[in-house]
């Protein structure tokens, strides 16, 4: 006996099934994964089988695809019984349910309903030499004038022995239909118009936006830049030369075309610390294709210069509808950005990969592009001023025919194809998006702080706090002149431990009661003692508040004040903990700036209370 053969599932399938079976008689319904990617779709719509004590679900991988990575892990979060691939084949079902083209589909002894597990279909795909309808293995054709496959609209992907695979090919948009009637139309038959149920949960959440943004650790007056990209070399994280318009030897450095190390750099080291909030959101392909630990080690500078990577399967969409601009590509979540109304600039956008009459291609005409050798700040800054929602309103209406209503079409679809009628007194739900974790950016890079008191009566600082990567050079020098005070800030965890040495400023975060640190009064003292080049020593205790210790020996609680809301300010306590410390050594004391002092970050004004707790008796 083979060690696939020991792998068959016996219950609630196999040969002797029935002896073993609690509820019997269900109706089967075959959940067919091909990788992660084709998986969150397939996920979005398993609520609608809830409640529905007639059916039990099943789960299977095609193997077919390159990117198997993470498909276990993901099954078995699911919690539903997983057929080996043969199994699955070998085994009737009611219903087979997949969202994407690839293995022996054809196989599968089922009526099948196939989704798209992007915004429609747009990709021009080479059809692979083996025979094997395998959609990710990442060849493109190149265009010499001759007809390319779409993937997902074209025979070579819908048809077998002439005949479509699928029983219902689901489509979200009547353009859809438009192109593959005159690419396949045997197809055509089989369509079914259903809408699109990952815009309709992006639609469902959009009120959330508020709380989305907190939870994303977006403070007032700051904005949320979501760098988006798909896989493959002509990606935005791709980086090839092909990928966007450039001036190589600016983009890259010396010697390279690679857009990626330059565009990190800038989102690090461009982008004021107060004034802006990044995040990335990347293609689970991306993930799983090079390795999660592999891509956070590409990703590493960035992001202890406060970068948050968005995990491959939840969060992404939060962090589109929170964002205030997109720095994206070819993707479907730069598109679905698009649709609701958020700027996009393109930073990589091959139309050649594209369908040129599908709606993504016409994104690539609309949107404006990243140009590499002018400032990553110029450019995003214009997006967003220039921004008209207008510009995609005809891109936006071709996302979804039906807006809203995926939901009870998609299970009408599928209780038809069983053979049974529809849960009686229950509205087919989506699933909400849920509300992410509170995840303030944490920089452990140093960061350069340039301040400037505005005003003394009352107490008035202006702070501009930037990440000072490797040997980058610095975007503010120009702007130093004019400042009071520049200083460095470290914090205690960071990696370029031999600049604690020479910090103007040390920071901590922990909470006050954590036994190996704190309490608050301890530590500063201590780093004090261990950083003699330090003037100030900062315990960030909590997302708006701070502790600090001067040279002098004054113990300081600085607070942000309560907004017309209530909700506390949440701008980093560090940058309060600056402000102070150029207050300070312009000859000025911390009695002076009590009880009340005015931090300003960009265009924004932070009013932060001044508690003197302790003063050195020196």
Sequence with gaps: MTGRETARLRVPVGEDAGRWLTRADCRRVLIVVHNVTSATRLLDVLPLFHDDVRVQLFATCTTSSPFLAGVPELLARAGLPVLPWDQAKDTKFDLAVTASYGGELGRIQSKLAVLSHGVGYNKRLRTPDTGH??????????????????????????????????????????????????????????????????????????PQRDRFRRAL??????????????????????????????????????????????LLSRLSTELPADEYRTTAVLHPNIWYGHGPGQVRAWLDNAQRA???????????????????????????????????????????????????????????????????????????????????????????????????????????????????????????????????????????????????????????????????????????????????????????????????QIADVVVRRAADDDPRLGPATAWTSEALAWYPHCGLAVYVDGPDRCILRTRAGDLVRLSAAAGPDGRPDLCDPAAYASALHAWIVSGRTVRQAAPEITVRTGSTAHRVTVEHIETSSA
């Design 217 to 262: 650790g977006v403070g007032p007056g700051q904005r949320l830049i979501v760098a988006s990209s798909t896989w493959a070399p002509r990606s935005l994280f791709g980086g090839s030369a092909e990928a966007g318009r450039a001036e190589p030897s600016v983009a890259g450095g010396a010697g390279t075309d690679d857009l990626l190390p330059w």
């Design 133 to 206: 309808r395998t959609p990710d293995t990442g060849h493109r054709t190149p265009d010499t004038g001759h007809r390319t496959p779409v993937f997902g609209l074209s025979p070579e992907w819908l048809l077998e022995d002439g005949s479509p695979i699928a029983t219902a090919t689901v489509l979200s948009h009547p353009e859809q239909l438009e192109r593959l009637r005159s690419s396949c139309p045997e197809v055509v038959p089989t369509t079914v118009l259903a809408g699109d149920p990952c815009f309709d949960r992006i639609l469902a959440a959009l």
């Design 306 to 500: 406060g970068l948050e990577a968005i995990p491959p399967l939840e969060g992404w969409r939060q962090a589109l509808i929170a964002a205030d601009c997109v720095l994206g590509d070819h993707s479907s979540v730069t598109y679905y950005a698009a649709s609701i109304g958020i700027p996009v600039l393109l930073g990589a956008f091959p139309q050649e990969d594209l369908d040129p009459l599908s709606p993504v291609a016409a994104l690539g005409r609309a949107a404006p592009h990243l140009v590499r050798g002018e400032s990553l700040r110029a450019q995003i800054d214009r997006t967003i001023a220039y921004h008209d929602r207008s510009r995609y309103k005809e891109l936006a209406e071709q996302t979804s025919s039906s807006p809203g209503e995926s939901a009870s079409l998609l299970r009408r679809l599928f209780y038809s194809l069983m053979g049974i009628p529809e849960p009686e007194g229950r509205s087919a739900l989506l699933d909400p998006l849920s509300l992410p974790p509170y995840v303030p950016a944490h920089r452990t890079v140093p960061v350069r702080v340039l301040a400037r008191t505005v005003s003394t009566e009352p107490p008035e600082v202006s702070v501009v706090r930037h990440c000072v990567v490797g040997e980058e050079p610095d975007p503010y020098e120009d702007l130093a002149q004019e400042m009071d005070s520049v200083h460095t800030v470290v914090d205690e965890e960071t990696r370029e431990s031999g600049r604690l």
